[in-house]
């Protein structure tokens, strides 16, 4: 059982750019506890100003079989479709699952 102020696992979606270049190379995936942590991580990986990190929180509860408890994680993605991508390629199509962005929620329809 998770402690009520432990962190929820998170990760953040980056789309990486060869310098000079318009047309993004490919997106990735990086594991971190915070936006700085993900910054640092892609600095040494792809060097400075060839990545753009998606800060936007998506919340999400993944039930990954019926016989198992359901997971909480957040995607730092661009759009809901962009964290509903990395759930499926993390978890498999198929999974049952909630996502949401609390700043889309609180939005007049």
């Known amino acids: ?3 009520s102020d432990e962190p929820l696992p998170s990760w953040y979606v980056a789309t990486i750019w060869i310098r000079g270049s318009d047309e993004p190379v490919r997106r ?3 594991s971190a506890g915070s936006l700085a942590e ?6 040494a990986a792809y060097g400075r100003g060839n990545y753009r990190v998606h800060v936007r929180p998506y919340k ?3 039930w990954p079989r019926d016989d ?3 997971k909480r994680v957040i995607v730092h993605a661009h759009s809901l479709d962009e ?9 498999g199509k198929g999974h049952v699952f909630a996502l949401r962005n609390e700043e889309d929620a609180e939005e007049p329809r």
Do not use: S, T
């Open 1 to 3: 059982m998770r402690h």
């Open 28 to 30: 990735v995936r990086v």
């Open 38 to 43: 993900a910054e640092h991580e892609l600095e």
């Open 60 to 62: 999400a509860m993944i």
């Open 68 to 70: 198992e408890p359901g």
């Open 83 to 91: 964290a509903q991508e990395e759930l499926e390629a993390a978890y």
